[in-house]
DNA sequence: CGGGCCATGTGAAGAAACCTCACAGAGACC
DNA sequence: GGTCTCTGTGAGGTTTCTTCACATGGCCCG
């Protein structure tokens, strides 16, 4: 008589948190509570669905096709729901809003907000995550974080403030990677797209001055960067990283760069209303100069300009 | 540091679940629970949303507009989560799969289904909410019951069986209702329109032989017949609904018809495979006959074809 | 106008689900 | 081999959810 037979819905929403994040204990820190739990509801979720969801050792997990098809569908999902529900007004005051895109948030700047926290304790600070265009007043956005062609820092209605240059290069599995693999070898292998930036590897063989791009075996389009990045983990095949977004998963191996990375035509840069800019919002731009600078740069990259071997 | 405040997701699918049938005893039958369990799921959504769901005197209760706002973005959101969610093969024998539209199989077949059950208690039957086209063999389904002009009774692969009659008029709250509406008075109220029957108003003015319709106070559309019907018993505007829709809340005193209904130019149809439909199949066709004939009519019309006082 | 009916609100207690803590196992890296 | 990181798990406590039974309030009908 039930209409719908829906999954327990907690154990639905750790999973997803599981697929942004790819690491439990990652998802645990966004819900608030420990690895086990989170380790708990995805196993109750995998028996109540019969179904895999994650694969590999323990100490480099990984999700199954099904998982990453589940989680694609639910991140959307969820989205919508926090959209449509109302939220309280707060009683602190109004923190900072800072619009950023969701994977650049997850990245980049939410790993590094403490740092921003233990310098301005008294500047809340609350991540709007955003792919598209925003108003400041409408959206009451203090400050935004975008991806900018390099020259195009004029705005009419926001001062454009470029505080990190844009590195980016296939990367893959370790498994489908080979010492010396070459531009021929990676260009053969299924490629990993996200529909939040289609222009990825086009972008990326106009800096190698390659004009076409061989076809590839196969390709597959992801709804957002992250997911992309998990199916490259994964080992579906490879995509174009922005330094920025997979410098940890290359730290810690769950992703290689054989090609290494190149300067791309863009830069991320920090977007403020053109007057009347708070404070507040300064301080965070001045914030983001400095950490931008700080970045470790990508290594020197292993396929240059001149292509192949 | 998290990502979303989501509130409680058991609430929300219990709120989901009232919205959709418009009453907590129904939603905790769906969900399997008592309706206190459920009042106390809205209630908590209520207090940590901080924004009234409900509203009216407890034997006739309404959402208001944020409730149905919220439960409107909801309900493609838990369809989502469902569609994406594999499901384990059932032990059982494999259900006879009637495809059927939601709000049909909401307010008509539903509760008349534990009868079919009694004089076939060896066919299990699994309704499939669908409002599109279908294929037998693609989506496993043995018989389709959808809406078809009077007429339209020839099909390639299917054989068109008609069951029921379709009478549709306009409906509102008690309150927005005088004694001796007018025609003039119902098309002066804001209408409210859904996506899945766009043509709902142009139908029944045809059927009063009145070519134009004036334009109204206001329009809102809905994406599902059920959330229309809930919008004009919260006294949101004036809806045209079908006879087998809004006949139990007519009969409860939500809605008032004070126009009465008049006959549609479609009839509701049982869709079979034209070869091989399976004796379960058939079986289920005759019960819809049966039922089909053994359904209340409409009052007699207060506005007939004359249109208006 | 009073009794019957229907749907929801609610107190208290029991049931279920969840979370944490602490430790174990398994790779990876040096 | 030692150490670090990440996940799996047993036991036990805590929170949350449900149920049952009854109360409340509106509607209908005679």
Redesign the pocket.
């Known amino acids: 008589m039930a209409r719908r037979q829906l999954p327990?819905l907690?154990?639905l929403r750790?999973f997803e948190a599981?697929g942004r994040h790819g690491?439990?204990?990652?998802a645990?820190e966004e819900?608030?509570?420990?690895?086990?739990?989170?380790?708990?509801?995805?196993?109750?979720l995998e028996d109540h669905l019969g179904v895999a969801l994650?694969e590999g050792?323990?100490?480099?997990?990984r999700m199954t096709e099904a998982g990453l098809k589940l989680a694609q569908a639910l991140t959307p999902a969820f989205d919508q729901i926090a959209a449509a529900s109302p939220r309280r007004a707060p009683d602190g005051p109004r923190p900072l809003v800072v619009s950023c895109l969701p994977t650049f948030a997850m990245k980049w700047l939410i790993p590094r907000l403490p740092g921003f926290q233990a310098t301005h304790p008294e500047i809340p600070v609350r991540v709007a995550e955003s792919n598209g265009p925003f108003d400041f007043k409408a959206d009451g956005v203090d400050l935004a974080i975008r991806m900018r062609p390099i020259g195009d820092d004029r705005s009419d209605d926001s001062e454009v403030t470029p505080f990190m240059d844009h590195f980016h290069g296939p990367v893959m599995a370790p498994e489908r990677a080979r010492a010396g693999m070459d531009l021929a070898e990676v260009l053969a292998l299924p490629r990993l797209l996200t529909r939040t930036f289609v222009e990825s590897w086009s972008d990326w063989a106009l800096g190698l001055a390659v004009e076409d791009l061989p076809a590839p075996a196969s390709e597959q389009e992801f709804d957002h960067y992250f997911y992309m990045l998990e199916a490259a983990a994964a080992g579906l095949g490879v995509a174009i990283g922005p330094w920025a977004f997979v410098q940890r998963d290359l730290a810690?191996?769950r992703l290689v760069a054989p090609l290494g990375f190149i300067p791309g035509r863009s830069r991320i840069v920090a977007l403020t209303p053109i007057e009347g800019g708070s404070p507040r919002a300064l301080a965070f731009r001045d914030w983001l100069l400095a950490e931008g600078a700080s970045t470790p740069l990508p290594p020197q990259a292993a396929c240059d300009s001149r292509g192949g071997r």
Not at 23 to 26: D, P, S, W
Not at 31 to 44: E, F, K, M, N
Not at 57 to 61: A, I
């Open positions: 327990p907690n154990a750790a599981f690491r439990m204990t990652l645990a819900l608030c509570v420990t690895h086990g739990a989170v380790s708990r509801q995805i196993r109750q994650t050792p323990r100490s480099r997990l810690s191996g």
